[in-house]
């Protein structure tokens, strides 16, 4: 939905947002993010600040693009058992859940672990990027303090997660990747932090949000700037056509804030204000010169863009920016709600329909699309996106869907993606077996921090810096997963 206001801009308010950065700062960047990216001071000693001219990406610009799947998504049917006794026992598991044997798409991964494994029939767009190798399957990610086994779940011997199956503990925690003490930044916001100094300016921050504000992107230096799928979120009634009613309205505005003010909070919401305006004028501006992106996007039945689509068009549009902006690193964000499928996961009784499946098809279809958008421009090699979600889901169906979950698979697309492979280690499918916590709870077998990690690494981050980044991966064996 475009945004083209943000609502209450009074003194009032300010002060009030204001206050809360005494309680946390979490809640102040809330207020603010959705008006303006904050300047960006860049981390020193952590790369290359010459300047680049290039009218094109510069060989070195790297992009990282969080999609966030709010909610919970049942990957117990994203990836599916294929051999027949694989198969038999996951038909029995999970009952009215489970999909046609027949329907399934096949895959060979590089790795066996002995047993044949099928994606759901409606991610043919992922089916086909796998198969070329330009994506990678994560299995069983989750969040953790230490490596757990079932032993030590059951016997409580080992620190856990807390409040594992809560969505707004489970997204910040996915987020910030430290589950085990308060933290008031994200993993996206301190890798941000640490390599800002390969950009060349600083105006407008590498961390663009198409989904609100978020915890992924909270960084102590560089703050995420919030953007909607038409461009730079604006103040009602504010055009820069000087000719019209609303250009006049929008210098005026300029101005009023370009005045000297009588006290503190009145100069801080008068700079934040004025930022804001110039921040979507450079913005427009970069976006304007920058290359339209020819390849098609799926839409729905109303002709208008999916909302992944219209999140990933709008990233390919800032990447293609990314030269004039002077920017060589970037962090995005979409997401896309919907996976709490408690209920109404199919409909009429049918696993290949309903809610579920028409989610998955949106986003194969969509990072799809994104990912050819990369080759039209130029940087499929310089580009990853990544999955997360708030938790699996249970391998018992509840009647109607599935309940909240532990461990989750989860893909990655680029031309980086050392692709056609299943990564870690796929739990074993049996409720109450070696993995599961119960219902077919899987306990994670590959932490986020692990996930994360080699991302991070593939970003630019050293290994001596990852505990900058994600300060428990010392804990796990894993620092580098390998799929990049």
């Known amino acids: 939905m475009k945004k083209s206001f943000v609502p209450d801009l009074s003194r009032r308010h300010f002060i009030g947002a204001s206050c809360c950065a005494a309680v946390g700062a979490t809640g102040f960047l809330s207020s603010l993010a959705s008006l303006r990216l904050m300047g960006a001071a860049a981390s020193p000693g952590n790369g290359p600040q010459v300047s680049s001219a290039a009218a094109t990406l510069p060989s070195d610009y790297k992009a990282l693009v969080c999609l966030f799947l709010q909610g919970g998504n049942d990957a117990n049917n994203m990836i599916v058992p294929f051999?027949?006794?694989?198969?038999?026992a996951y038909a029995s598991a999970r009952s009215n859940l489970a999909l046609p044997q027949t329907g399934l798409l096949s895959i060979a991964p590089k790795t066996s672990d002995g047993r044949s494994w099928a994606l759901h029939p409606s991610v043919q767009e992922l089916y086909n990027l796998f198969g070329t190798g330009k994506a990678a399957l994560l299995a069983n990610v989750g969040t953790l303090v230490y490596p757990t086994t079932k032993a030590q779940y059951t016997a409580n011997s080992i620190p856990l997660p807390p409040q594992l199956f809560s969505h707004s503990d489970q997204q910040v925690q996915w987020q910030n990747s430290v589950p085990d003490k308060p933290t008031t930044t994200g993993w996206g916001g301190r890798l941000a932090d640490l390599v800002n100094a390969f950009n060349t300016n600083n105006q407008i921050s590498m961390s663009i949000s198409l989904a609100g504000t978020n915890y992924f992107q909270v960084g102590s230096k560089v703050s995420q700037y919030a953007v909607t799928?038409?461009?730079?979120i604006t103040f009602a009634g504010s055009t820069a056509n000087a000719k019209s009613n609303d250009g006049i309205r929008y210098q005026a505005q300029k101005d009023l804030f370009a005045l000297s003010q009588p006290g503190l909070f009145d100069t801080a919401f008068a700079g934040i204000s004025s930022g804001a305006i110039g921040s979507a004028d450079l913005l427009t501006t970069a976006l304007a010169s920058a290359p339209t992106i020819l390849t098609p996007f799926p839409t729905q039945a109303n002709g208008q863009l999916t909302s992944p689509a219209a999140q990933l068009k709008m990233v390919a549009r800032l990447i293609g920016a990314a030269p004039s902006l002077g920017l060589k690193r970037q962090v995005f964000f979409v997401q896309l709600g919907g996976w709490d499928t408690h209920a109404a996961q199919?409909?009429?009784?049918?696993?290949?329909?309903?809610?579920h499946a028409a989610l998955l098809q949106q986003i194969s279809q969509a990072v799809n699309s994104?990912?050819?958008a990369t080759i039209e421009l130029g940087i499929a090699n310089q580009v990853t996106t990544f999955t997360a979600s708030d938790f699996g889901r249970t391998y018992r169906s509840n009647g109607d869907g599935s309940d909240h979950g532990w461990g989750n698979h989860q893909f990655v697309v680029g031309g980086a993606v050392n692709g056609g492979d299943i990564y870690g280690k796929m739990p074993t499918l049996t409720v109450n077996g070696p993995d599961d916590t119960g219902q077919g709870r899987w306990?994670?077998?590959?932490?986020?921090?692990?996930?994360?990690a080699t991302l991070a690494s593939w970003f630019g981050v050293s290994s001596t810096d990852l505990p900058v980044v994600l300060p428990n991966i010392g804990r796990f064996a894993k620092p580098n997963l390998g799929f990049l």
């Open 83 to 88: 051999d027949n006794a694989g198969y038999t």
């Open 229 to 232: 799928t038409n461009g730079a």
């Open 346 to 355: 199919l409909v009429g009784g049918a696993p290949t329909t309903g809610t």
């Open 370 to 372: 994104f990912y050819n």
């Open 443 to 452: 306990i994670p077998t590959t932490s986020v921090d692990e996930y994360a």
